[in-house]
């Protein structure tokens, strides 16, 4: 019996990596379904000083201060409203991506990138895992978000979110 928030075993996909897919700005992503805590709607986002520029602010989810980052701006996809707000696991704890539409979880077959610099006309490659395609759309496996820059734990920290 399937618990609330468990994926639904897609046998019909073949293979691939079981992901969430979704959109952010003009680009299709998905990010490693084990990495993701949950989807929500966008909640009260403030500022956070002396962040780059893709930390949208700071959050409260479930009661703890979490930073906002904005996947649209952190690939160079550009500004974009949030759809949805992804609780995302890392090291130092959740983060919140700001997101476009959540199209569903979905069986992703991607070419690993080798971080190839002409990817997003040299954005942040070491975020993108592999490209596929999703229909006729190129799509974005996103590394880990893990690794968010200390700038943003620090600021974070500075805005009193624990570490």
Known sequence: MRQYGQAPAHSDEGAGVVSL???A????????????????????TRALAGTPAFVRGITVLRGVPTPVIDVSRLLGGGTA?????????????????ATGEVLGIRAVEAEPTGGHPALLGGGNTRLVAGVGTMGTEPLLL????RAVPDEVWEAAAAAGVPS
Do not use: H, K, N, W
């Open 21 to 23: 897919v979704f959109r």
């Open 142 to 145: 996103l590394q880990s978000m």
């Open 25 to 44: 700005g003009p680009l299709l992503c998905a990010l490693r379904l084990d990495e993701v805590i949950e989807t929500m709607r966008p909640l009260e």
């Open 81 to 97: 409203e949030a759809e949805r707000y992804l609780a995302v696991r890392t090291e130092r704890g959740a983060v919140a991506l």
